[in-house]
């Protein structure tokens, strides 16, 4: 059964890969008229995005370092879980 699983996910990735390739080299979903750069996929439906957020209210509170800190301690224990878990 284990190896039927192993099977279905490696024929379900090669799928996803295939249709990621298919997508990015027909360009689908782009519009040619708002190009973006390497954003063009998240921002092309919005025109003048930058104007619709207040970027002056999103400062840091805290230095730099802290939050890099945190981001690798949540990191540490994700991944201290994970292995929990996958003991069970």
């Known amino acids: 059964m284990k190896k039927l699983g192993g099977i279905a996910a490696g024929v379900v990735g090669v799928l996803a890969l295939a249709a990621v390739v298919v997508v990015m080299v027909r360009g689908a979903g782009l519009n040619p008229d708002l190009d973006f750069g390497a954003g063009a996929y998240y921002y092309a439906d919005i025109p003048d995005y930058q104007k619709t ?33 996958d003991r069970k």
């Open 53 to 85: 957020l207040d970027w002056d209210c999103y400062t840091a509170q805290l230095p730099f370092v802290v939050y890099l800190l945190l981001f690798l301690a949540w990191g540490f224990l994700m991944w201290r879980l994970w292995k929990f878990l």
